[in-house]
C-alpha cells in the first residue's frame, strides 16, 4: 500500500502515520492500535476516520445537539432515553460532506489490497482491479476521545458493527457510530464520571476483519487477585460474546514465566459466527465441543507472551482483545487496565446459596430484582440487587442505583464488570443459573471478593485493613473525615500526613464567607475544632492543611462567592486566599491550637497550599506568633513549580516540614487538567519534570534537615515509591486500604539500599574529629609564623592531631563504647584519614598538568615564599594545602554528600561529553530520554 500525501489525506490515518500520543485526532482506540502496529504487534490492518472528520461532519448540526444535551436530566430514564434517540437521529439522518465520503471510500478500496492480492495481480494494474473489486469485511468500530484512559474505560459506550461489508453498508456504520456517541448509557456515564461539560469527540476506526475461530480477552495483570499473573478468557467464535455477557469463558491463569497454573473450562454452549453472507450468527455447540478446552497450551503461553510484552511496551498493565484465524494471533485492541482488586479477607456470615465469578470487589446486600428485559429495568430501587442473565451496558442506570449485581453469563471483561469496578459495586458474574436459583424480592448478600451469594442480610465486611509493617520511612494515612478516622486507626499508623479541612467545611453546608458577612467567624471556627478533635482521636500525629477552597468546587455551598473565575484552578483558593481572608485564617489556626493545647501528648502541625513565594510564609508565622502557635510545627505544600524551585528560599525562612501535593504539582508543571478529558491522556506523575521537581525538593530538604512527605495519591503507586525511598523521604501518607500493601513494599526497598559503611555513633565521631581539627587548624596559624623548620612542622601538625583525637574518643568510649578499645578506633579512622589526605594530593597533581603559556612553562604551583604565610605550621609538604582544605574545609558547614551530576544518563550529554562525532538517533525509544534529569 502506498503512503498518501497528508494533504489529500486530511480526515482519514493509517495506523502507519499515528501513535500513542495520536489520542485527540483518532480516540483512544486508534491510538493504542497505531502504537501496536508500529511496535511490530500483529495488528490487523486498519485505517482511522479522524475527529476533524467528526466535527466536520456535524458542524451544521452541533448547534442542535448541544442544546438537546443542555436539557437532559440524565436521572430521568425516560426522558434520557427519549433525547438521546432525537441526537442520534438527527445525526444519521445527516448526510456525510462528499470530500470526507470520498476520502473513507479510497481508503476502504486500499484497505482490500493485500499482499495476497498483489501476488496474484503481479502488480498490473488490470490485474489489480480484476482481482480486488470485491468488498472486504471490516470491523468499523467507536474510538472516543474519552475512550481508553487510564482511570475510565468507556469501555461498550458506543457502538462497534462487525462484517460491515460493501460502500453503502460502510457509510451508514460509520454515521451510526458516529450517533453513538450519544446514547442513553454514554450520555448517562459521561455525566457521572464528571466528563459531561468538557469537549468530546469521536474517532471512527474502519479495521479489516479477522474470521475468528477463537477470541478472547486477556489481563496482562490479574485485575481481581493480589498477583501478578496474566489472565485469559477465551471463546470459540467471535470475542463479541464474551463482551456481550451472552457466553461464560474458559479462564486461563498464567505466571510471569509463562506457567499456566490453573485452568477453568466452561460450557460455552454457543458460539457467535460469521456465515457466508457476513451476518453474526449464533451456533449451538455440541457437549463436546462446549466443554472443550477452547485454547491450546502453546497458544495460551503465546498469548500471555504477547501480553507481558503489550505491558512492558506501554509501562502499564493492559486489557487486551485478541483473536485466532488458521492458527495465527491476531491483537485488535489493547487498553490500560482502570482497576485493580484487592483479596477480601473479611468472612461473611449465613448459608451459601450461590456462587459465580467475583468480578467487582466489595460486598453489598439487598432485595433480589431479577430482570428478563431491560423494559423491567424500573424495578430497580435504591439499594436493590439487579439480577439478570447476562450483563448489558444499557443497564448502566439502573447498577448505579444498585447495592450489587448478579449475572448468570459473563466473564471478568464484560462491560458490567468493567463499569461495575469503577463504580465500585460489588457484582459477581457466570453463575450460570442466577436467575432460576433466587427470587424476586428474596433478601441476598453478594460478596464481590469471593464469588459467593449468600441467603439473608449477611454483615457486611469491608476488605480488611491491615496494620502497617515496621520501616524506617514513616507510613501515614490521609484522613478528611471523622467517620473515616476510626477505620484509617485499624493500620496502626502513627500520624496523619493529611487531613484537609475541605470536608468538614463542606459538611457544615455553610462557605467560610457566609460566616464573615454573618460575623460569626467563631462558630466557623468551633465546627473546625471539633472536626480535628474527632478525627485527631486515635493518632499521635496530624498534620493540617489550612483551607483550599477553589471556587468551582464549592459554589454551591451556602453563601459562597457568585463571581466566576475564568480558571478556578488558577485563581483566588489556597494561602492567596487565607491572607486575603485574614479572619478565616485565624479561625482556622486557632481551631487548630485549641485542639493541640486540649491534648498536649500529640504532635500538630499545619501546612499551607498552593505556596509560591517566601512572603507568603512570613506572613503566614507572623500570625501564627501572634495566635500563640509556638509549639505547632509549621510547613507548606509543595504543589508549584515555583515551590520546588525555590525550595531553598522557602527553607531559609524557617519551615519544619514540607509535604507534597503530586495531584497539584503535575497538572501546573505539565500544564494539564486532569479534569479535562482532551488532555487527560497527558497526565502524568512520572514525567521527569514532576520526578525531577520532587527529586530537588527532597535534596534540599535533607541538605538544610527539613523533613519531607508526600500526601498526593501518586504515594499510593509503587512506580513513584520506589523513587521516593531511593531519593530518602521521611514519610508517605496513604490512604487506608493502601497502607499496609504500601509499607510492606517500602519494607522490601529498604533491605535493597546499600548499608552505611559506619554506624550513627561512628558518624558522630567523625564530625567531631572535623570540628575539633578545624579548631587545631586555627590554633596553628597563630603559631605559624615561629615555626619554619618542615621537620618541626610535620611533628606539630602530628602532636596536635593525636592530642584531639585520643581526648575526644576517650571521653565518648568511657560511656558508650564497650566491646572496641578507643585505641582500635583511633588507629582506623587515623589511617582512614591519612589516606584520604594522601588520596586527595594525588587528585590535586593529577589535575595539574605542566602548562605552556606564551612559550614560557608554568610551575603547577605558586613559589613557596608567596605561601608561606598561608600554610599552617603543621602542614608538612605544601603540597598537601589544598588536599587538606578539600577534605576538611574551612569551616564546620556539612557539605553535601552526593555529587549530582547535571544530565544524569541523558542520551544528549552523552554526545556532547564524547569526543567522537554524535550519532544520528533516529529512533528514541533506544534511548533513555525519560530519566529525571537533574537540571538544577
Known amino acids: 500500500m502506498e503512503e498518501k500525501e497528508a494533504s489529500k489525506n486530511s480526515y482519514v490515518k493509517w495506523l502507519?502515520?499515528?501513535?500513542?500520543?495520536a489520542g485527540q485526532l483518532v480516540g483512544g482506540k486508534g491510538a493504542n492500535l497505531a502504537e501496536m502496529f508500529n511496535a511490530k504487534l500483529p495488528v490487523p490492518p486498519a485505517f482511522a476516520i479522524t475527529t476533524d472528520a467528526y466535527r466536520h461532519f456535524t458542524k451544521e448540526i452541533k448547534t442542535q445537539i448541544e442544546e438537546i444535551l443542555e436539557s437532559i436530566d440524565v436521572d430521568d430514564t425516560a426522558e434520557l432515553a427519549e433525547k438521546s434517540k432525537q441526537i442520534r437521529e438527527l445525526i444519521i439522518n445527516h448526510e456525510l460532506p462528499e470530500d470526507l465520503k470520498e476520502e473513507i471510500l479510497?481508503?476502504?478500496?486500499?484497505?482490500?489490497?493485500?499482499?495476497?492480492?498483489?501476488?496474484?495481480?503481479?502488480?498490473?494494474?488490470?490485474?489489480?482491479?480484476?482481482?480486488?473489486?470485491?468488498?472486504?469485511?471490516?470491523?468499523?468500530?467507536?474510538?472516543?476521545?474519552?475512550?481508553?484512559?487510564?482511570?475510565?474505560?468507556f469501555a461498550g459506550q458506543q457502538e462497534t458493527y462487525l462484517n460491515v461489508k460493501g460502500d453503502l453498508d460502510l457509510i451508514e456504520k460509520v454515521k451510526r457510530v458516529f450517533a453513538s456517541l450519544f446514547t442513553a448509557r454514554a450520555i448517562f456515564y459521561r455525566k457521572k464520571r464528571g466528563f459531561s461539560k468538557e469537549k468530546f469527540s469521536l474517532s471512527v476506526i474502519v479495521q479489516k476483519m479477522v474470521d475468528s475461530e477463537k477470541s478472547g480477552v486477556m489481563f496482562s495483570k490479574n485485575p481481581i487477585k493480589e498477583n501478578e499473573n496474566v489472565v485469559i478468557e477465551a471463546v470459540f467464535g467471535l470475542g463479541e460474546g464474551i463482551v456481550s455477557g451472552k457466553i461464560k469463558p474458559d479462564t486461563y491463569e498464567i505466571t510471569q514465566e509463562l506457567k499456566i497454573v490453573e485452568k477453568k473450562i466452561s460450557d460455552k454452549k454457543i458460539a457467535l459466527v460469521r456465515n457466508s453472507q457476513g451476518k453474526v450468527e449464533e451456533v449451538k455447540l455440541n457437549p463436546e465441543k462446549s466443554k472443550s478446552q477452547t485454547l491450546e497450551d502453546g497458544e495460551i503461553k503465546s498469548l500471555a507472551n504477547y501480553g507481558i510484552k503489550i505491558e512492558d511496551h506501554y509501562k502499564k498493565p493492559q486489557d487486551i482483545e485478541f483473536a485466532l484465524e488458521g492458527g495465527e494471533i491476531y491483537i485488535t485492541q489493547s487498553r490500560p487496565i482502570t482497576t485493580k482488586a484487592k483479596s477480601s479477607k473479611g468472612e461473611i456470615k449465613g448459608e451459601e446459596i450461590l456462587s459465580g465469578l467475583g468480578s467487582s470487589p466489595g460486598i453489598g446486600s439487598g432485595k433480589v430484582k431479577i430482570i428478563h428485559d431491560l423494559s423491567e429495568l424500573d424495578k430497580i430501587k435504591k439499594g436493590d440487587v439487579l439480577v439478570t442473565g447476562m450483563t448489558n451496558p444499557d443497564m448502566v442506570v439502573s447498577m448505579q442505583k444498585s447495592a450489587a449485581i448478579v449475572t448468570d453469563q459473563g466473564g471478568l471483561t464484560c462491560h458490567a464488570s468493567i463499569v461495575s469496578r469503577e463504580m465500585g459495586i460489588p457484582a459477581?458474574?457466570?453463575?450460570?443459573?442466577?436467575?432460576?436459583?433466587?427470587?424476586?424480592?428474596e433478601m441476598i448478600t453478594v460478596d464481590g471478593f469471593t464469588g459467593k451469594i449468600y441467603k439473608g442480610e449477611g454483615e457486611n465486611v469491608k476488605a480488611e485493613v491491615k496494620p502497617v509493617v515496621s520501616t524506617k520511612t514513616k507510613i501515614k494515612v490521609l484522613v478528611d473525615l471523622p467517620k473515616a478516622a476510626e477505620r484509617a486507626a485499624k493500620t496502626k499508623a502513627e500520624g496523619i500526613g493529611l487531613m484537609r479541612l475541605e470536608g468538614i467545611i463542606a459538611s457544615s453546608g455553610k462557605h467560610p464567607i457566609k460566616f464573615v458577612k454573618e460575623k460569626n467567624i467563631e462558630e466557623y471556627s468551633k465546627i473546625i475544632e471539633k472536626g480535628i478533635e474527632e478525627i485527631s482521636k486515635p493518632f499521635k500525629e496530624i498534620w493540617i492543611r489550612t483551607s483550599d477552597i477553589r471556587s468551582d468546587e464549592y459554589a454551591n455551598l451556602e453563601g459562597a462567592p457568585k463571581d466566576d473565575e475564568a480558571n478556578p484552578m488558577l485563581g483566588n483558593h489556597g494561602i492567596r486566599f487565607s491572607l486575603k481572608n485574614p479572619e478565616i485564617f485565624k479561625a482556622e489556626l486557632n481551631a487548630i491550637k485549641n485542639v493541640a493545647e486540649k491534648s498536649p501528648d500529640k504532635k500538630f502541625g499545619f501546612m499551607i497550599p498552593l505556596v509560591i513565594s517566601p512572603k507568603e510564609i512570613m506572613e503566614t508565622k507572623k500570625i501564627a506568633d501572634e495566635l500563640g502557635l509556638n509549639k505547632i510545627k509549621k510547613g507548606i505544600m509543595i504543589e508549584t513549580p515555583a515551590s520546588a524551585l525555590i525550595i531553598k528560599d522557602l527553607l531559609k525562612v524557617g519551615v519544619d516540614f514540607v509535604s507534597f501535593g503530586t495531584n497539584d504539582l503535575t497538572q501546573f508543571t505539565l500544564g494539564v487538567d486532569r479534569g479535562n478529558e482532551d488532555v487527560q491522556y497527558l497526565y502524568d506523575e512520572t514525567h521527569p519534570a514532576v520526578l525531577n521537581a520532587i527529586k530537588r525538593v527532597i535534596r534540599t530538604c535533607k541538605e538544610m534537615r527539613v523533613e519531607s512527605s508526600i500526601c498526593g495519591q501518586a504515594a499510593s503507586?509503587?512506580?513513584?515509591?520506589?523513587?521516593?525511598?531511593?531519593?530518602?523521604?521521611?514519610?508517605?501518607?496513604?490512604?487506608?486500604?493502601?497502607?499496609?500493601?504500601?509499607?510492606?513494599?517500602?519494607?522490601?526497598?529498604?533491605?535493597?539500599?546499600?548499608?552505611?559503611?559506619?554506624?550513627?555513633?561512628?558518624?558522630?565521631?567523625?564530625?567531631?574529629?572535623?570540628?575539633?581539627?578545624?579548631?587545631?587548624?586555627?590554633?596553628?596559624?597563630?603559631?605559624?609564623?615561629?615555626?619554619?623548620?618542615?621537620?618541626?612542622?610535620?611533628?606539630?601538625h602530628k602532636r596536635h592531631f593525636n592530642k584531639f583525637k585520643k581526648k575526644k574518643f576517650k571521653k565518648h568510649f568511657e560511656n558508650n563504647e564497650k566491646k572496641r578499645p578507643p585505641e582500635q578506633i583511633v588507629k582506623e579512622i587515623d589511617k582512614k584519614v591519612e589516606g584520604e589526605i594522601q588520596k586527595a594530593v594525588e587528585?590535586?597533581?593529577g589535575f595539574a598538568p605542566e602548562r605552556k603559556e606564551h612559550g614560557k612553562e608554568k610551575p603547577q604551583f605558586a613559589p613557596e615564599q608567596h605561601q608561606e604565610?598561608?600554610?599552617?605550621?603543621?602542614?608538612?609538604?605544601?603540597?598537601?594545602?589544598?588536599?587538606?582544605?578539600?577534605?576538611?574545609?574551612?569551616?564546620?558547614?556539612?557539605?553535601?554528600?552526593e555529587s549530582y551530576n547535571q544530565y544524569e544518563n541523558n542520551f544528549q550529554q552523552k554526545q556532547v561529553e564524547s569526543k567522537d562525532k554524535p550519532k544520528e538517533i533516529k529512533n528514541f525509544s533506544d534511548e533513555e530520554l525519560d530519566e529525571v534529569l537533574d537540571i538544577f
Not at 502507519?16 to 500520543?21: A, G
Not at 495476497?116 to 482481482?131: R, V, Y
Not at 605544601?878 to 574551612?890: M, N, S, V, Y
Request: charged content about 40%.
Open 16 to 21: 502507519y502515520e499515528l501513535d500513542k500520543t
Open 106 to 153: 479510497e481508503a476502504y478500496e486500499d484497505l482490500g489490497i493485500d499482499k495476497e492480492t498483489l501476488e496474484i495481480a503481479k502488480a498490473d494494474a488490470l490485474n489489480i482491479l480484476q482481482h480486488s473489486h470485491e468488498p472486504v469485511f471490516v470491523a468499523v468500530r467507536s474510538s472516543a476521545t474519552t475512550e481508553d484512559l487510564d482511570d475510565a474505560s
Open 428 to 441: 459477581i458474574v457466570g453463575t450460570d443459573k442466577a436467575t432460576e436459583v433466587l427470587k424476586d424480592g
Open 717 to 796: 503507586k509503587k512506580e513513584m515509591v520506589k523513587h521516593l525511598i531511593e531519593w530518602g523521604i521521611d514519610s508517605l501518607s496513604v490512604n487506608a486500604d493502601a497502607a499496609y500493601e504500601i509499607s510492606q513494599y517500602v519494607a522490601e526497598l529498604e533491605k535493597e539500599q546499600p548499608v552505611e559503611e559506619k554506624s550513627q555513633k561512628e558518624k558522630h565521631i567523625k564530625e567531631g574529629i572535623k570540628e575539633e581539627f578545624n579548631k587545631e587548624k586555627k590554633e596553628a596559624n597563630e603559631e605559624e609564623k615561629s615555626h619554619q623548620n618542615k621537620r618541626y612542622k610535620e611533628h606539630h
Open 843 to 845: 587528585e590535586k597533581q
Open 869 to 897: 604565610e598561608k600554610v599552617p605550621s603543621y602542614v608538612a609538604d605544601t603540597t598537601q594545602i589544598d588536599a587538606i582544605h578539600e577534605l576538611f574545609g574551612d569551616t564546620q558547614e556539612t557539605q553535601p554528600e
